[in-house]
């Protein structure tokens, strides 16, 4: 038993303080608000915030290594170095390519899932597979040639096979396409959650998706029906719908500051920050891979494709933090929107939490919101 004591701490949506935390097996026992004298169980942080960790539920990729093509020494990499940006848990996304090419990607995810889950490393929740079932009016970056409708049979692609199903923690998919409300329940029925993006859906079409189960939006204003004063669009559904979490990229390039402020203010409860990261993240201006597609990364600017379209980011979720409370949002607000809020979003109540029962993925931040030390499941996974 051990306790992590420290002037402030993130506890249910609020900042309180001092406090300290008493964490058993990988789990927080409970929190005191007397912090014990010092000891040789007892780490008292000095100053800055105490915070869960942060959930970042799309990750393509980052610090040189894209994860559809990436061995498992390279996600390991990558899942270290997350924990240094304090991100505690996440899931690589894998998007459109070949079907065959994607089933063996997961496939290869849960062997290599289960070795890094014994790694004091950013932990893999599962896999977010954002594509090939999208708009072909939406596409974005994703390669043209491989998008698909959500057929039964593809569909039972990814249902048939034990270890890519398990592995499937996420699909982004377009409801509007032939077969899409039927892919939702599907999917959804068979424990995996959905997520509505690259869609040209109308407002009433994601509500029917919502409906069926589908409970998220990918990457909010990005590759979407934009919102309109007779047809709010996905954005619209997405911003007044209670049962949707919204993702939001909060590098100020995908979504400029003024409309991220917009999105809190509006939906900030039931906001969830991603990255949208590829291989560029964390890595300096060059040539890069996002499934696919070659990328570029210039400086001052995001990734982008050769004809220009913004290829996933350069964002890392402690950036994400800074850009938000730079805009004079509260740190409270905005660390709950990129740990609970996306805990919440994937059913994980153990997860992105300050709480009694709650897994010990803790940040450490100071006091210019620098990352200075994470825990996951207690064990020490990044100290600066």
Known sequence: MATISAPRVLVGGRIVGPAALVVENGRIVRIEDTVPPAGPDHLALPDGVLTPGLIDLQVNGAFGADFV????????????????????????????????????????????????????????????????????????????????????????RLLGDDAVRDVLALVTLAPELPGGIAAVRRLVAAGIKVSIGHSDATAAQVSEAADAGATLVTHLFNAMRGLGHREPGVVGAALTDPRLTPGLIADLHHVVPAVCSL???????????????????GMPPGHYR?????????????PRNPDGTIAGSALTMDQAVRNLTALG?????????????????????????????????????????????????????YTA
């Open 69 to 156: 093509a990436a061995s498992p020494a390279e996600w390991h990499t990558v899942a270290a170095r997350l924990a240094g940006t304090g991100v505690t848990s996440f899931l690589p996304t894998f998007i459109t390519g070949a079907l065959d090419t994607l089933v063996a990607a997961l496939a290869q995810a849960h062997t290599t899932r289960a070795t890094l889950a014994a790694e004091p490393v950013a932990r893999v929740l599962g896999v977010h597979l954002e594509g090939p079932f999208l708009s072909p009016a939406k596409v974005g970056t994703h390669p043209a040639e491989h998008l698909r409708e959500p057929e039964p049979e593809l569909v039972d």
């Open 263 to 281: 999105v809190l203010r509006i939906a900030g409860s039931r906001t969830a920050l991603v990255t949208d990261a590829m291989a560029a993240a």
């Open 290 to 302: 996002l499934g696919d597609v070659e990328v570029t990364l210039t400086e001052g600017d995001v």
């Open 329 to 381: 949002h509260d740190f409270a607000e905005v660390v709950t929107c990129g740990s609970t809020v996306p805990a919440d979003a994937l059913g994980r109540k153990d997860l992105g939490r300050i709480d009694a029962g709650a897994l010990a993925d803790l940040v450490w931040w100071d006091d210019e919101l620098n990352v200075r030390r994470t825990w996951v499941a207690g064990a020490a996974a």
